[in-house]
């Protein structure tokens, strides 16, 4: 079975612009969270969809938001980029909204300059 | 006081000794408990899960949760070199929302 995948690997943005991360989670799972990860402040959840709904959110700026497909596919979306977004930004899926398990793909690596 | 906390170290093990790993955590309502493994540039990987009081062992690895205390560990037999990397403990603090510990760099000594 495959696993979570993240596209793209690797992006390099200037401060003022916006990305679109995009993940797709391992076949038959329905839910996908996203976390941002940096050397200062380690993993921090983003948020979680399920259903194509938000269930939870972190404590992030409004120019963090996100959304899942039909499908279960999810994006992430950063307006404005600030230099202190550059990080590793992990999505994680597991099988149901209650499910605690959570498998991560191998990350966006996003550079702000 | 941070939600959850490990040990930054470095913890340096040599090869075939056991390595330990700990956790504490601020919510005493949380019901699950995880060690994700990560290797420089890479992403975390699950390596346990554990839910009840007690131990769970998986192959070399033994998780130990003790609830009363806010308190859970891991331990690595036999350790082997590529067992170095950093150790993170994630703890499920409501619905999805998984805490992580700034995680354990472990380094083992051939």
């Known amino acids: 079975k495959a696993g979570v995948t993240q596209t793209p690997r690797y992006l390099i943005k200037t401060r003022g612009q916006q990305v679109t991360l995009s993940c797709s989670p391992i076949?038959?799972?329905?839910?996908v969270s996203w976390y941002q990860q940096t050397p200062g402040q380690g993993l921090q959840f983003l948020f979680e969809y399920f259903s194509e709904t938000q269930r939870n959110k972190g404590n992030f700026p409004g120019r963090f938001s996100g959304r899942q497909f039909s499908n279960s596919r999810s994006e992430m979306n950063v307006s404005t980029l600030e230099l202190g977004d550059s990080a590793l930004y992990l999505c994680?899926?597991?099988?149901?909204?209650?499910?605690?398990?959570?498998?991560f793909g191998p990350g966006t690596r996003l550079t702000v300059t | 006081q941070k939600e959850v906390e490990q040990n930054s170290g470095p913890l340096s093990v040599p090869e075939g000794a056991i390595a330990s790993l700990n956790c504490t955590y601020s919510?005493?309502?949380?019901?699950?408990f995880f060690w994700y493994r990560q290797y420089s540039g890479k992403s975390p990987e699950l390596i346990m899960f554990i839910y009840s009081n007690g131990d769970k062992e998986d192959g070399r690895f033994t998780a130990q949760l003790n609830k009363a205390s806010q308190y859970v560990s891991l331990l690595i037999r036999d350790s082997q070199p590529s067992d170095s990397a950093t150790y993170l403990c994630?703890?499920?603090?409501?619905?999805?929302?998984?805490?992580f510990g700034q995680g354990t760099r472990l380094t083992i000594n051939p």
């Open positions: 076949s038959g799972h329905r839910s």
């Open positions: 994630a703890v499920n603090m409501g619905a999805q929302k998984l805490v």
């Open positions: 919510d005493r309502g949380s019901q699950s």
């Open positions: 994680a899926s597991s099988l149901a909204a209650r499910a605690r398990e959570q498998y």
